[in-house]
């Protein structure tokens, strides 16, 4: 690892066995950080870029994205199932993407949560997860953050710093919190 700057000093860089990288554009690290799990798989598009850091919280997670797709310094792809980015996607820097709540809702079934990453494991019994997608030539403003289970409509345009609880249908303008339909995008 190449320390940069002393920010980077604070990072964790943390690839375990079998995570498969499949690369045809340029990844930046930015001094971002990679957090892996076993057999899981990042893959990117040709000719994308991607300034941003990828978290793998289960084993056999995926990351897809698409060829000719910017994914901006600072934006978090968060995933335990599938997070699913198309093509000519454009994504600002200081954006979230999960598939996943992270935590059970009720405090009697997350309760050991702490406990538990201490000792290396977490229980994901109760945690909701649902595959994230984005489809083609969307575009996400700065600071937007995506919840589990969201399918975002080819050619969406979500405005910055907007939080996406629900789907968006293609060719829209969505904005807000929680995103709200702005206009049509023809």
Request: glycine letters at 10%.
């Amino acid at each position: 690892m190449f320390l940069r700057n002393l920010r980077a000093y604070y990072l964790k860089f943390k690839i375990k066995k079998r995570t498969t990288i499949l690369n045809q554009g340029f990844i930046v690290w930015n001094n971002q950080a990679i957090n892996s799990h076993l057999d899981c798989t990042f893959k990117l598009g040709d000719r994308s870029i991607f300034e941003g850091a990828f978290f793998f919280d289960r084993p056999n997670a995926k990351i897809e994205i698409g060829d000719r797709t910017f994914i901006g310094s600072g934006t978090k792809l968060i995933a335990a199932s599938n997070i699913s980015i198309g093509s000519d996607v454009l994504i600002s820097w200081g954006c979230t993407i999960v598939d996943h709540n992270s935590h059970a809702v009720k405090f009697e079934e997350r309760k050991n949560d702490v406990v538990n990453w201490g000792q290396g494991k977490k229980d994901w019994t109760y945690v909701k997860i649902a595959p994230t997608i984005i489809e083609d030539k969307v575009w996400i403003g700065f600071d937007v953050k995506i919840l589990k289970g969201i399918k975002i409509g080819e050619g969406a345009v979500i405005a910055a710093g907007s939080i996406v609880t629900k789907n968006v249908e293609p060719y829209t303008i969505v904005g807000g919190n929680p995103a709200k339909y702005i206009k049509d995008n023809n």
